[in-house]
Structure formats: structure tokens, C-alpha cells
């Protein structure tokens, strides 16, 4: 009975975890000089047709007037030279290339370099009037931007900080250059990080060992050829209409390995630090990208000391994902079509001497819109996918081996930005230990900006074998 119960209550423990007229792209030159793919982004040239927000300042130069970028995004160096840049203040928005949009929160001189610290902005501080729009956008040259090491893939912010003025303001490392394809390594609370897209999907592989606690796998949202549609309309400094729709057909896949000898259960959540962009070339004169962000959650609890567990599973899922707002109504446009291809449950193995759990959590962010890394904004849609799974004491074999899966998918949509709320924290710790050069203080940065929602698109949570011993699921 006592093995029942522990199985039962970490069924319960990690199920409760799983809750979980427009103007199209203008394909000619990305820039006075900044070439196809510059590093930093391409620098915008606004038509007659759009109007900005007051106090965006369009620094000139793009991509050439960027002489390096910290790993946390937020601290830019730029030529004081460039054309516009002594307009740069506190509490404006500086707009020097697709990826370099933020808020200002200082400025400083040092070197030479212009040194400007910035957060995050929504669309409609950016744009005041435009209506923007693409069809058929095939999503198949990927372009990876690798954060390097920021603040926020760390346990602990170390004091000092490596944002803005705290610190010498010549050690930050810049970021690495962006290199075309889908694949990059990165690290992030500990463990190695793999992306990949999109061949067959995109997805992360993660592995972890502390020496007590090792784990291995891969999380993929499986497409074929996905495509992307998207049509924005602003009006004076509101969103009238927004939709975003990602076509290819979709799927869910996950495979793990975790062990246990000596060492501690753990929680870790944070945000793979590689950004997938598909730069589109100007829309209206502004340069907008397709970005693929991801996250990663995983979440242990195994009830002995040592043990092994493993399990592959794979689901069909959706035609499509997206969503569409007009005039303050909004709707999901996931068509569903759940169907298991492999299953979890069945493949769920290992010599667990104790009950153990595992959960991972894999969000795929897709947006359509302008800055980078935390801070991009944009039309955007997000799919989290849970994987919840127990396996029993192999001590209880001889009775049985009880083995349960918990799988919820829940879609998020919204026009704006989003960040994780332990990232933002550990940022404005950062900012909080700043010296401002030119602003009477430096704000804390908000977790999300704009409209959003969220809806489910699937949840079910299933124990074999079906006998007594191994109990039922709440319902």
C-alpha cells in the first residue's frame, strides 16, 4: 500500500505540473551598406504609410554603427557619431535595426562607444500607424543568433552584474555573429544546450550532470514545411487587427533518460538563449523577422537515492497553429488532430528503486516582429507542451510495475512581448544594482507587455497496468 500511495502521490505532484490593404516584404537591399544579413539586424526605412510613436528615435547607420552587443541584450555600444544618436534619452525608444529595439533606460560614454542600456517595448510603442502583412512566408532558411552567456542563464546573479554601469563598462563579452542554418549550442542553469530547426521540426536536445543527477533528451515540435502568414493594423497607437497563422502540420516528440546516484531532485526553468530568425526584408519600411524562441522546464522527483528511467513518445497534433483579433475579439486557430504515433506510456522502463518522476516542459514561441532574444515583440504564439511520467519501485515488480503519463498542450497568443518571470528577476536585480549615468534612476523592466491569452489544446493522464495496487488518477 505504501507503494501505492508514493506512486499515487507523484502522479499527482507532476500531473498538477503539466498544467500547463497591406504592404508585403519588399525584397531589395537590407540596408545602406548592412548587406543581406547584417549582424545586428537591418536598419529601418519607414514609409509614407507608417507613422512612428513620437519619441522612437531612428539612429542611422543599422547595423554598421553597432560596434557590439552584451550577451543579456540589453546593453548596446554604438558609434556616438551616427546620424540621430545625440537624440538618444531616458524614457525614449531607440530604433537603430530590427533586433536593436528598446526602451531607454541609460546612457553612458565610455571608450569612445555611445554605451545605452534599454528594456523591453510592445508594437504599439514603436508604431503609431501602419498596416503590415505577408502570406505564404516559407520558413526554410533559418538564420541562429546565439545570446553567448547571458546574466539569466545562470543559478545566481553574481554581484556587480554584467548590464549597463555597474561594471567596467569595456568587459562584457559581446555576442557571438549570427551563422545561417538551424543549429547552435548554447548552456543555461547547468545544463548543454542543442537546437535545431527545421528539418523535420524544431526542438532542443539538453543534457544535465552534476555527478549525483544526470539527464538526457530531446524535445521537438515535429512540421513538415511550415509556412507563415501574418497581417498587422495599427491605428492610432491601437491594434485594430492582428493574426498570425504557421501552417506545415504539426506534431509533439520527446525522448529522456535520467539517473540518479547520490544526488538531489531539482527545478530548473529558463529560456534557451538562441534566437531562429527568417528576416523578411522591410514591410512598410520596417524591418520585421520571423523569430523561433524556445523554453525549457524540467522537473524531478525521484523517491530513492538511485535508479534509472527512460521513455520515447511521439503524437500527431495540429494542421496548424495561430490566432486572429479584430476589434477586441480573439480566437484560436489550432486545428486540432491529436493521434498517438509512439507511445510514452509503454516505452516507460529503468531500475527505479524508489517511485521516480520526471516532468519537461518545452515552449515554442513563434513571432512576427522586431528586437531580439527576451525582448522581442511582435504578433506571437506560443506552444507548451508537459510531459509528465512515473514509473514505480522496482521493488513492487514482482506485483506490479505501475507506470503513468500525464500530456497537456496549452497554446498562448498575444500582440507584445512575453518574459519569464524568474528571468525577469534576475534582470532587475541587475538593474537594480546600476548607477545611472543620465537617468534619475534606472526602472525595473515589466514580465509581459500587450494583449494576451491562452487556451488548451490537449490534456490526458493514463496508468497501467489498470490493477488496484497501482491506483487511479484523480479526475
Not at 483579433?325 to 531500475?351: I, M, N
Not at 506560443?382 to 510495475?401: D, V
Amino acid at each position: 500500500m505504501r507503494g501505492r500511495r508514493l506512486l499515487a502521490a507523484g502522479l499527482v505532484v507532476l500531473l498538477a505540473l503539466t498544467g500547463c490593404g497591406a504592404f508585403g516584404p519588399e525584397p531589395g537591399p537590407a540596408g545602406a551598406g548592412d548587406g543581406e544579413q547584417p549582424r545586428y539586424g537591418q536598419a529601418p526605412a519607414p514609409g509614407k504609410d507608417v507613422t512612428l510613436q513620437p519619441d522612437v528615435v531612428l539612429v542611422g547607420g543599422g547595423s554598421r554603427t553597432v560596434r557590439s552587443v552584451s550577451p543579456d541584450g540589453l546593453t548596446w555600444r554604438l558609434d556616438p557619431g551616427a546620424r540621430d544618436a545625440d537624440r538618444l534619452a531616458p524614457g525614449r525608444v531607440m530604433f537603430v535595426t530590427g533586433r536593436g529595439v528598446g526602451r531607454v533606460l541609460d546612457l553612458a560614454e565610455d571608450g569612445g562607444d555611445l554605451v545605452v542600456t534599454i528594456g523591453p517595448v510592445t508594437l504599439t510603442e514603436v508604431i503609431r500607424d501602419g498596416t503590415f502583412g505577408g502570406d505564404g512566408i516559407i520558413l526554410d532558411r533559418p538564420t541562429v543568433y546565439v545570446a553567448g552567456e547571458p546574466s539569466w542563464t545562470r543559478e545566481t546573479a553574481a554581484a556587480g552584474g554584467t548590464l549597463g554601469r555597474s561594471r567596467p563598462l569595456a568587459v562584457a563579452p559581446a555576442q557571438p555573429p549570427p551563422a545561417p542554418g538551424g543549429q547552435a549550442g548554447a548552456t543555461a542553469h547547468g545544463y548543454r544546450v542543442q537546437t535545431f530547426c527545421c528539418a523535420g521540426g524544431v526542438g532542443t536536445h539538453f543534457t544535465y550532470d552534476d555527478g549525483g543527477l544526470r539527464l538526457a533528451g530531446t524535445v521537438t515540435l515535429t512540421v513538415g514545411r511550415p509556412a507563415a502568414s501574418f497581417h498587422l493594423a495599427v491605428g492610432a497607437g491601437r491594434v485594430n487587427r492582428a493574426e498570425l497563422e504557421i501552417g506545415g502540420g504539426f506534431g509533439i516528440k520527446v525522448d529522456f533518460t535520467a539517473g540518479i546516484d547520490g544526488g538531489q531532485n531539482h527545478r530548473r526553468t529558463f529560456p534557451v538563449p538562441v534566437d531562429i530568425a527568417f528576416p523578411i526584408g522591410l514591410v512598410a519600411g520596417l524591418p520585421l523577422s520571423f523569430t523561433v524562441s524556445q523554453t525549457l522546464e524540467v522537473a524531478t522527483a525521484f523517491g530513492a537515492r538511485r535508479g534509472t528511467f527512460r521513455g520515447a513518445g511521439e503524437y500527431a497534433l495540429a494542421g496548424k497553429l495561430g490566432f486572429g483579433y479584430a476589434d477586441g475579439r480573439v480566437g484560436s486557430r489550432v486545428t486540432e488532430g491529436f493521434a498517438r504515433r509512439a507511445s510514452l506510456l509503454e516505452s516507460l522502463t529503468g531500475v527505479p528503486v524508489g517511485v521516480m518522476g520526471l516532468v519537461v516542459r518545452h515552449g515554442v514561441r513563434f513571432t512576427m516582429g522586431i528586437s531580439a532574444f527576451l525582448f522581442t515583440a511582435g504578433i506571437w504564439f506560443e506552444l507548451i507542451t508537459s510531459y509528465g511520467a512515473t514509473i514505480g519501485s522496482a521493488l513492487g515488480a514482482p506485483y506490479a510495475l505501475c507506470r503513468g503519463v500525464g500530456l497537456g498542450v496549452r497554446a498562448r497568443f498575444g500582440i507584445g512581448y512575453r518574459i519569464l518571470e524568474p528571468v525577469v528577476q534576475v534582470i532587475n536585480k541587475f538593474l537594480s544594482l546600476l548607477s545611472p549615468s543620465r537617468a534619475p534612476r534606472i526602472p525595473p523592466i515589466v514580465a509581459s507587455g500587450g494583449p494576451s491569452w491562452s487556451a488548451d489544446v490537449y490534456r490526458n493522464q493514463e496508468v497501467i497496468p489498470p490493477v488496484s495496487i497501482c491506483g487511479q488518477l484523480p479526475g
